[in-house]
Each structure stands twice: as structure tokens, then as C-alpha cells.
């Protein structure tokens, strides 16, 4: 109805898949995790609760740790690693590193596909229509 085709706001699953409101179109889940949000590793605040020390800004091997393992297992399991990128953190300079590896990552890992959400999206709906077409049917 506003033109959203995709989302990336549930945690619970590791595939893309549909919403289907009543009576709305379709959208798209693309899974999303903490662990693939940078947020969490580098945004803290001298004002952050319960007290600062609680949330340190994590090391950048650190946070290279976690994406490459949630990587390879979501490359394992046949799931979508949704990478969430803020520019005022991972676009920061001493953060750029860990984008730069986990692409080169992505790059080498074969049968890995480094897409847009909205390539992800068009790509997921065209599977789907296949799918309920009867065999035979002559379509493409």
C-alpha cells in the first residue's frame, strides 16, 4: 500500500519469507540478527545505562569474529546473513576494516550471493511465482 516490498525488523528466522497481512501486500522479511548490527559494538554513550563501563566499544577483531562466524553458519545452514551498517559506525575510518574483510569474506565463499534488498526481494518473488505455477503450464 506505501510501496514497501522489504523489511529487515524480525529476528526470528534465518530465510527471507512473506508477511501476509490481511488485506495488504505482501512483504518481504529479510531476517536480520544483533550480531549483525553494528550498533550495539561501537555506539556508547558516557550517559549509557545502567553505567558506561557495561557497553566498551568493541574491538574491531572482535566484531570480525562474530560476523564471520554467524557468517559461516548461515552459509552452512543456507540462511541470509543481513549485515546492518551505520555510516556514523562502520563508516567511521577504524571501522571501515571489518566491512572491507567481511566482503572479501563474502567474495571468496562459493555459491555466495552479495545483493541489495531490493535484488534479494525481486529475486524472492520471481522463485515464489514458479513455484505455484503447475507444471507444464508453459509460463517462465
Request: proline share 9%.
Amino acid at each position: 500500500e506505501l510501496g514497501v516490498h522489504y523489511s529487515s525488523t524480525f529476528m526470528d528466522a534465518i530465510r527471507p519469507y512473506l508477511h501476509r497481512p490481511d488485506g495488504l501486500p505482501e512483504v518481504l522479511e529479510l531476517p536480520v540478527h544483533w550480531v549483525c548490527d553494528d550498533w550495539g559494538f561501537s555506539m556508547v554513550s558516557p550517559y549509557a545505562l545502567p553505567v558506561p563501563h557495561v557497553n566498551p566499544i568493541a574491538s574491531n577483531e572482535h566484531v570480525l569474529a562474530l560476523w564471520s562466524a554467524e557468517f559461516d553458519e548461515l552459509v552452512a545452514l543456507g540462511g541470509l546473513f543481513t549485515l546492518v551498517c551505520h555510516p556514523q559506525v562502520t563508516g567511521r575510518p577504524y571501522r571501515l576494516p571489518t566491512l572491507r574483510s567481511m566482503l572479501a569474506k563474502a567474495r571468496s565463499t562459493p555459491g555466495v550471493w552479495i545483493a541489495r534488498g531490493d535484488e534479494i526481494d525481486a529475486y524472492w518473488r520471481a522463485a515464489a511465482r514458479q513455484e505455484c505455477e503447475p507444471a507444464g503450464s508453459g509460463t517462465s
